[in-house]
């Protein structure tokens, strides 16, 4: 049997415990009701897209494949064509597929265009496999480089 | 009351009354399990600093009716080579001793549903027979871990009924009778204040009866051994849910009469009055749920028989002794 | 070390399975338990259930390119572990690194530790039966890890250090930032104390359960708050000092019993640890560049030259080691990971049995295991 003092005090202890639950009772939740709220996702690395550059209206990418030579887990598939009269290659197929990026930003930190970065999404969730393949050039319906309207 | 003569064309008085009765009872314990499922999911929500149910219903109102359908649509998988009989007949009985007890509790001044000057006695007894049903959910299930937290169970629940009686006791002491209709008339100060250690025990001993935490190792030791209901699947698992929280409500309506005054208070009928001190009683013990730890089997046991039990005798001593001085 | 345990006859023991899936929150542990009623005869992890071929892949991937892998090992402290990589690999080559980027690295570093340590204070509460603390854990971790994503992008899986330094600068409003988390954080420590470490039914169930001798840590090789509760005070971050580490006054809390509740007091006396190194980074953050500015970045692939190096840090769970083989190509010959859980697991074979069944989880939890890092 245990001393008076070691039940008082064990009983104060489930008060004192008691008295922190309760206080969080009375307070405001702190969760997200996610589909009604969305969350700040303002500084979040989301899956790999193409810059749009202000002065160009478009991308920059010019199809060398750094990004996909270090990408370590083969993401990238890139095909590109030199347009009319252009200096530069000009990527006319750009598919990375979301389900094996590790959003490691190896293939961002190596581009020499810069013309790589993090998106905001993240709700990328899909029912098949095949709809995790980004088309990075989606945005990009027609490529002003090949239209002749920039060289 | 309408109705009563409606249906006393057909069946007579008593049995347009029992009719009556039994339906009104029977649906507002169902409604009372629901809600309470619901309220305890609010209240653990809100001390995790979450919502809880939100989205079925406003508030998550029908989430628990929602949660009862998908019960009901689950195939009921009975064990090859269970005692059919025994393991059917399990859930049912977990049920019958609590409806017993309910019976006796006043729900509005002299009211009961039964009539018993010595009541607290025959819950005594009838608290008992829900150890059996226990055990029997427990053996019928032929599996070593069900009997082994079937053990369990009617260990904790035998050992913790003690404490309780003995509080119960120390009220009677200061109220001089056993009818509980006479114990709710009598409190002109709630007798929480003259015996709060009483109440303090009572409090912990109708936890442990009921399988909540910080008792609830028969339910939540599952990762390693399992409970006594580990075979039952479907609704019947539900039984032994909706025999819990009926439970609860009895015996927190039971505490509510011994020391917080039953039926009485000022304003509003004495039953809406008694089921809010149950629910008062009931909010008590969600509340050291989701605060406290689980006790170890061992400790559990221990707790209950070398330090409840002889708070608990003392108390009863002392309150003997303190009114034979005084009277 | 054999407890006596009462002989019956016949020696009825039986195997109870533990097995890969199970709710405690551990990953994929398997623990083959032999018990003789409620006590536990022998105890045995069988491993092997999360293995990924890491040390494989560093053999085929260049030193830039095994960045992603090294925060997925031990996930929960994934931002030590992608610099513990970038600082072997730094030391190999002899690449020196601002002085803003090894503070930054600290700071970083220290709050990836404390959120480790407040989920397995949530983890560990759970396993127990009390499923609050791991809400309240969760609230202040998510202040945590908000902050690190805005610094770097990620929430869980850190890959932000490259060598020379880091990939993004801290903007000039992290200081602020930053001294919001460790305020927010200081005022629960009352809080957590009140609600688990005083309260009467967690001392009961934590003290004098799981002991774990001196001995038996140093013959295993057990580190970590799991070594550092049971009185040895052995800290890399102080007996093989790396990084900024040497700037800033911390203590390396020990406690001396070796039960589960030693090891979860030196868990929440090192978070406060950790706080009081973050505020003096925090004041002592020197401006310059974030990497060093002849760093080759990732342009080019990093060759080390020939030899092995051994380079250790301090993880939330223990001393993590990362052995490299070079020779001298653009990839490792071999990488090696010594991670702290691994020893850690073993040394419960000798820890559980004499213990009853119902401790076995509080001791499991205590030991603050990772299984992907010791299956890798």
Same mark, same amino acid.
């Given at each position: 049997?245990?001393?008076?003092?070691?039940?008082?005090?064990?009983?104060?202890?489930?008060?004192?415990?008691?008295?922190?639950?309760?206080?969080?009772?009375?307070?405001?939740?702190?969760?997200?009701?996610?589909?009604?709220?969305?969350?700040?996702?303002?500084?979040?690395?989301?899956?790999?897209?193409?810059? !749009?550059?202000?002065?160009?209206?478009?991308?920059? =990418?010019?199809? &060398?494949?750094? #990004?996909?030579?270090? %990408? $370590?887990? @083969?993401?990238?598939?890139?095909?590109?064509?030199?347009?009319?009269?252009?200096?530069?290659?000009?990527? !006319?197929?750009?598919?990375?597929?979301?389900?094996? =990026?590790?959003? &490691?930003?190896? #293939?961002?930190?190596? %581009? $020499?265009? @810069?013309?790589?970065?993090?998106?905001?999404?993240?709700?990328?969730?899909?029912?098949?496999?095949?709809? !995790?393949?980004?088309?990075?050039?989606?945005?990009?319906?027609?490529?002003?480089?090949?239209?002749?309207?920039?060289? | 009351?309408?109705?009563?003569?409606?249906?006393?064309?057909?069946?007579?008085?008593?049995?347009?009354?029992?009719?009556?009765?039994?339906?009104?009872?029977?649906?507002?314990?169902?409604?009372?399990?629901?809600?309470?499922?619901?309220?305890?999911?609010?209240?653990?929500?809100?001390?995790?600093?979450?919502?809880?149910?939100?989205?079925?219903?406003?508030?998550?109102?029908?989430?628990?009716?929602?949660?009862?359908?998908?019960?009901?649509?689950?195939?009921?998988?009975?064990?090859?080579?269970?005692?059919?009989?025994?393991?059917?007949?399990?859930?049912?009985?977990?049920?019958?001793?609590?409806?017993?007890?309910?019976?006796?509790?006043?729900?509005?001044?002299?009211?009961?549903?039964?009539?018993?000057?010595?009541?607290?006695?025959?819950?005594?007894?009838?608290?008992?027979?829900?150890?059996?049903?226990?055990?029997?959910?427990?053996?019928?299930?032929?599996?070593?871990?069900?009997?082994?937290?079937?053990?369990?169970?009617?260990?904790?629940?035998?050992?913790?009924?003690?404490?309780?009686?003995?509080?119960?006791?120390?009220?009677?002491?200061?109220?001089?009778?056993?009818?509980?209709?006479?114990?709710?008339?009598?409190?002109?100060?709630?007798?929480?204040?003259?015996?709060?250690?009483?109440?303090?025990?009572?409090?912990?001993?109708?936890?442990?009866?009921?399988?909540?935490?910080?008792?609830?190792?028969?339910?939540?030791?599952?990762?390693?051994?399992?409970?006594?209901?580990?075979?039952?699947?479907?609704?019947?698992?539900?039984?032994?849910?909706?025999?819990?929280?009926?439970?609860?409500?009895?015996?927190?309506?039971?505490?509510?009469?011994?020391?917080?005054?039953?039926?009485?208070?000022?304003?509003?009928?004495?039953?809406?009055?008694?089921?809010?001190?149950?629910?008062?009683?009931?909010?008590?013990?969600?509340?050291?749920?989701?605060?406290?730890?689980?006790?170890?089997?061992?400790?559990?046991?221990?707790?209950?028989?070398?330090?409840?039990?002889?708070?608990?005798?003392?108390?009863?001593?002392?309150?003997?002794?303190?009114?034979?001085?005084?009277? | 070390?054999?407890?006596?345990?009462?002989?019956?006859?016949?020696?009825?023991?039986?195997?109870?399975?533990?097995?890969?899936?199970?709710?405690?929150?551990?990953?994929?542990?398997?623990?083959?338990?032999?018990?003789?009623?409620?006590?536990?005869?022998?105890?045995?992890?069988?491993?092997?259930?999360?293995?990924?071929?890491?040390?494989?892949?560093?053999?085929?991937?260049?030193?830039?390119?095994?960045?992603?892998?090294?925060?997925?090992?031990?996930?929960?402290?994934?931002?030590?572990?992608?610099?513990?990589?970038?600082?072997?690999?730094?030391?190999?080559?002899?690449?020196?690194?601002?002085?803003?980027?090894?503070?930054?690295?600290?700071?970083?570093?220290?709050?990836?530790?404390?959120?480790?340590?407040?989920?397995?204070?949530?983890?560990?509460?759970?396993?127990?039966?009390?499923?609050?603390?791991?809400?309240?854990?969760?609230?202040?971790?998510?202040?945590?890890?908000?902050?690190?994503?805005?610094?770097?992008?990620?929430?869980?899986?850190?890959?932000?250090?490259?060598?020379?330094?880091?990939?993004?600068?801290?903007?000039?409003?992290?200081?602020?930032?930053?001294?919001?988390?460790?305020?927010?954080?200081?005022?629960?420590?009352?809080?957590?104390?009140?609600?688990?470490?005083?309260?009467?039914?967690?001392?009961?169930?934590?003290?004098?359960?799981?002991?774990?001798?001196?001995?038996?840590?140093?013959?295993?090789?057990?580190?970590?708050?799991?070594?550092?509760?049971?009185?040895?005070?052995?800290?890399?971050?102080?007996?093989?000092?790396?990084?900024?580490?040497?700037?800033?006054?911390?203590?390396?809390?020990?406690?001396?019993?070796?039960?589960?509740?030693?090891?979860?007091?030196?868990?929440?006396?090192?978070?406060?640890?950790?706080?009081?190194?973050?505020?003096?980074?925090?004041?002592?953050?020197?401006?310059?560049?974030?990497?060093?500015?002849?760093?080759?970045?990732?342009?080019?692939?990093?060759?080390?030259?020939?030899?092995?190096?051994?380079?250790?840090?301090?993880?939330?769970?223990?001393?993590?080691?990362?052995?490299?083989?070079?020779?001298?190509?653009?990839?490792?010959?071999?990488?090696?990971?010594?991670?702290?859980?691994?020893?850690?697991?073993?040394?419960?074979?000798?820890?559980?049995?004499?213990?009853?069944?119902?401790?076995?989880?509080?001791?499991?939890?205590?030991?603050?295991?990772?299984?992907?890092?010791?299956?890798?």
């Amino acid at each position: 049997m245990m001393l008076p003092g070691r039940i008082a005090r064990g009983f104060r202890s489930l008060l004192a415990g008691l008295g922190v639950t309760g206080r969080h009772l009375v307070r405001p939740i702190v969760t997200l009701q996610y589909p009604h709220e969305r969350p700040d996702a303002s500084h979040w690395g989301g899956p790999i897209e193409l810059v !749009t550059f202000p002065e160009t209206g478009t991308h920059d =990418c010019i199809a &060398c494949n750094a #990004c996909a030579r270090i %990408c $370590p887990s @083969d993401c990238f598939e890139i095909e590109g064509a030199r347009p009319e009269g252009a200096r530069k290659m000009r990527a !006319t197929k750009f598919l990375l597929d979301f389900s094996t =990026c590790s959003l &490691c930003g190896l #293939c961002i930190d190596v %581009c $020499p265009t @810069d013309t790589l970065q993090y998106s905001k999404r993240y709700d990328e969730a899909a029912y098949q496999r095949v709809q !995790t393949v980004n088309d990075l050039l989606a945005p990009f319906p027609e490529d002003p480089y090949f239209t002749g309207k920039l060289t | 009351m309408w109705l009563q003569h409606a249906l006393a064309r057909f069946l007579g008085t008593f049995g347009a009354q029992l009719l009556l009765g039994v339906v009104g009872v029977m649906g507002y314990l169902t409604f009372n399990v629901l809600f309470l499922i619901w309220l305890e999911r609010k209240v653990a929500g809100h001390i995790q600093r979450r919502p809880g149910p939100m989205e079925v219903g406003p508030h998550g109102a029908w989430q628990t009716v929602a949660d009862m359908l998908k019960l009901l649509s689950k195939q009921l998988l009975t064990p090859v080579a269970a005692d059919r009989f025994t393991y059917l007949f399990a859930p049912i009985l977990v049920f019958l001793p609590t409806l017993c007890v309910a019976s006796l509790i006043p729900i509005a001044d002299v009211q009961t549903f039964a009539d018993m000057p010595n009541g607290l006695i025959v819950i005594v007894a009838l608290s008992g027979v829900t150890v059996i049903s226990i055990f029997m959910a427990g053996w019928s299930s032929n599996n070593k871990y069900a009997v082994l937290g079937g053990m369990r169970s009617v260990a904790q629940v035998i050992a913790y009924e003690i404490p309780v009686l003995l509080a119960a006791l120390s009220v009677v002491l200061v109220a001089q009778s056993l009818d509980l209709r006479v114990i709710a008339a009598g409190q002109k100060v709630p007798y929480a204040l003259l015996q709060p250690v009483a109440a303090v025990i009572y409090l912990i001993g109708i936890t442990a009866e009921t399988n909540r935490a910080p008792f609830d190792i028969p339910e939540a030791e599952s990762e390693l051994v399992g409970g006594f209901h580990t075979e039952y699947s479907g609704m019947r698992f539900a039984m032994f849910f909706f025999a819990e929280y009926t439970n609860m409500l009895v015996l927190g309506a039971l505490g509510a009469t011994l020391f917080l005054g039953g039926w009485k208070g000022p304003l509003l009928p004495g039953t809406v009055w008694l089921l809010l001190k149950a629910y008062a009683v009931i909010f008590l013990m969600m509340w050291a749920r989701w605060t406290f730890p689980r006790l170890r089997f061992d400790q559990l046991m221990s707790f209950a028989w070398k330090l409840l039990i002889p708070i608990a005798l003392l108390n009863v001593a002392v309150t003997a002794l303190v009114l034979g001085v005084v009277r | 070390m054999t407890t006596d345990l009462p002989t019956t006859e016949p020696l009825d023991t039986y195997t109870l399975n533990m097995g890969p899936q199970h709710p405690s929150t551990h990953g994929v542990l398997r623990m083959l338990l032999t018990l003789r009623g409620e006590q536990i005869v022998t105890a045995d992890a069988v491993i092997g259930y999360s293995h990924r071929a890491h040390e494989k892949m560093a053999e085929n991937r260049t030193y830039a390119q095994f960045l992603p892998n090294t925060s997925r090992q031990d996930y929960l402290s994934g931002m030590i572990y992608n610099f513990a990589w970038v600082e072997a690999v730094e030391k190999m080559a002899g690449i020196a690194v601002p002085d803003r980027a090894l503070v930054a690295r600290v700071i970083l570093s220290e709050f990836n530790r404390i959120s480790s340590h407040l989920l397995w204070i949530g983890a560990f509460l759970l396993d127990l039966g009390a499923p609050t603390p791991f809400l309240y854990c969760w609230d202040d971790r998510e202040a945590i890890l908000f902050l690190l994503e805005s610094v770097t992008g990620s929430r869980l899986t850190y890959c932000t250090g490259r060598f020379g330094g880091l990939s993004k600068d801290l903007d000039e409003d992290f200081p602020r930032r930053a001294r919001e988390v460790v305020a927010k954080l200081k005022a629960r420590w009352d809080e957590y104390d009140r609600l688990i470490e005083d309260n009467v039914i967690f001392r009961n169930r934590a003290r004098g359960v799981g002991l774990l001798s001196r001995d038996q840590c140093l013959s295993f090789g057990v580190t970590g708050p799991t070594l550092r509760g049971s009185g040895v005070a052995y800290d890399v971050r102080k007996a093989e000092p790396y990084g900024a580490y040497p700037r800033f006054e911390f203590d390396i809390p020990t406690r001396p019993e070796g039960d589960v509740f030693a090891r979860y007091w030196v868990r929440v006396q090192e978070m406060r640890q950790s706080v009081r190194i973050i505020e003096q980074a925090l004041e002592q953050l020197p401006a310059g560049p974030i990497i060093a500015p002849d760093s080759i970045g990732v342009k080019k692939r990093l060759k080390l030259p020939v030899g092995t190096q051994y380079y250790a840090v301090e993880s939330a769970r223990g001393h993590y080691g990362i052995l490299i083989v070079s020779e001298g190509g653009t990839e490792p010959y071999r990488a090696k990971f010594r991670t702290p859980s691994y020893p850690n697991l073993a040394v419960l074979s000798e820890v559980l049995p004499g213990n009853m069944v119902a401790d076995a989880v509080a001791v499991l939890g205590s030991v603050d295991v990772v299984m992907p890092e010791i299956d890798r």
